[in-house]
């Protein structure tokens, strides 16, 4: 009997529809997000990779296009703004370190870490963080939070009266980007690279 889910070759791409169903995106929000609206600052979070001809369903899309997908609408959903959101996947060190492609080992408990706003430093407000879920008690603020929220949580938001402070070992080396953030988002990256393949 032939399965009826046929594996889809890596290099073909995903349309509109497929990177939906994979990313549990809706279509619409996979255009927009693709999409060159001709207006600054409107969609085009991520480029299709595979192919870009122009605005609709005529994309497709990569694996890592799906990565990027899914954790450009948890981030906006919670609440990160657009022009941060967009700033994220345009900047030169993420597109460098490649946290999108489940080809790069990162290891199953990479998360990016994003701040809200940065009192006028330079640095752009996220960072990868690898920690390890496992460790008990947990090493770092990324791993605790994980683990309370338990192995499906995609994407933990948190807002701090005082400020972001390190409370953990290994705090000030994994979540340094953090420190005196009012809000902050930690996104399961690891997960998500795993999910938009089954």
Not at 38 to 47: A, H, K, M, P, V
Not at 61 to 70: A, G, I, K, T, Y
């Amino acid at each position: 009997m032939k399965n009826a889910r046929q594996k889809r070759p890596r290099d073909a791409g995903f349309t509109v529809s497929e990177a939906a169903r994979r990313t549990r995106i809706p279509p619409h929000r996979v255009r927009y997000y693709g999409g060159n609206w001709g207006r600054e600052g409107y969609g085009r979070f991520i480029t299709p990779e595979i192919a870009d001809a122009g605005q609709g369903s005529a994309k497709l899309f990569s694996l890592r296009n799906l990565v990027q997908l899914r954790v450009a609408f948890l981030l906006r959903e919670a609440g990160l703004a657009e022009k941060e959101t967009r700033r994220l996947f345009e900047a030169e060190g993420v597109a460098g370190q490649d946290w999108w492609d489940r080809g790069r080992a990162l290891g199953h408990d990479a998360v990016l870490l994003v701040r809200g706003k940065a009192k006028g430093s330079a640095t752009d407000p996220w960072l990868l963080c690898t920690t390890d879920f496992r460790i008990e008690p947990p090493s770092s603020w990324a791993a605790a939070v994980f683990q309370a929220a338990g192995p499906g949580c995609e994407l933990v938001h948190a807002r701090f009266h005082s400020g972001w402070q390190p409370r953990f070992a290994n705090d000030r080396r994994d979540c340094w980007i953090l420190e005196e953030a009012r809000e902050a988002w930690a996104v399961n990256i690891g997960l998500i690279r795993k999910a938009v393949t089954e």
